[in-house]
């Protein structure tokens, strides 16, 4: 079960993607201690989160499993969480209004097994993203590292799938490319550094076979879950599907 959970803030203080690491640590406060220390000692991080000002202040976290949700999810919507405190910065947070949205993994293999195609997608970054390669920072975006970590993500997330094939990802890495993009460079501060990262716009052209655009556009919308990239847990790779007017 892919589920989101969704919180509008209000604070009187600046609020946004550059302190989205800050809320982590509120995350995990919250957080199921037995489930917290199991995130900890695996290194597994089936949950994303990110600050997003657009249309208002809103902290969303979404989980890839039921585990997840237990340990992450519900602790937040205990009715006595009204707010918090951002004790580094001394800033007050009230919550003012929560929603929650589940998905089952069993809708995205309806865009699997769909009948429509679509041979273009349009893909938003809503927070600060970029990949590792060979202990280096990648801060442009590409097809290869977008489905390569999100094939991984699926993998860790599911108990009895693995997505991580190296000669899928070398078809949909041929036979896909960016069309056309909008995106803009930025900083993700983080313990002291500052990684380098992309934010915007980017429209991917699928040239393969159905089957394979099917497939990629399902990965996709399980990114909108998991994040792409690295650090999703920490606020960055943030994603969200931007669908064509009918």
């Avoid at 602790?75 to 919550?95: K, M």
């Avoid at 273009?120 to 290869?144: C, G, H, N, Q």
């Avoid at 429209?203 to 099917?214: E, K, L, P, W």
Wanted: proline fraction near 3%; glycine fraction near 6%; charged fraction near 25%.
């Amino acid at each position: 079960m892919l589920s989101e959970l969704k919180l509008e803030l209000r604070t009187e203080g600046n609020l946004g993607y550059l302190q989205s690491s800050i809320l982590q640590s509120i995350l995990m406060d919250r957080a199921d201690k037995d489930y917290a220390e199991s995130v900890h000692v695996t290194g597994l991080h089936p949950y994303s989160q990110f600050i997003s000002s657009k249309n208002g202040l809103f902290w969303t976290i979404r989980t890839l499993n039921k585990e997840a949700y237990k340990g992450i999810i519900e602790p937040l919507l205990d009715p006595d969480f009204t707010g918090f405190d951002l004790n580094i910065r001394d800033q007050h947070v009230d919550i003012i209004n929560k929603s929650i949205t589940s998905k089952p993994y069993e809708d995205l293999m309806k865009t699997f097994n769909s009948d429509e195609i679509e041979k273009y997608v349009r893909l938003e970054f809503e927070s600060p993203t970029a990949f590792k390669s060979d202990s280096a920072y990648v801060f442009m975006p590409d097809t290869r590292h977008i489905f390569g970590s999100l094939m991984r993500k699926y993998s860790a997330a599911s108990s009895s799938t693995d997505m991580t094939d190296e000669d899928t990802l070398q078809y949909i890495a041929d036979h896909s490319s960016i069309s056309d993009f909008r995106i803009r460079s930025t900083r993700f501060p983080l313990e002291g550094a500052q990684i380098p990262s992309f934010m915007g716009e980017v429209i991917i052209r699928f040239r393969g076979t159905d089957t394979m655009a099917r497939y990629s556009k399902m990965l996709l919308e399980f990114g909108e879950f998991s994040g792409v990239g690295i650090k999703c847990g920490m606020g960055m790779g943030a994603i969200k599907i931007i669908e064509r007017k009918k």
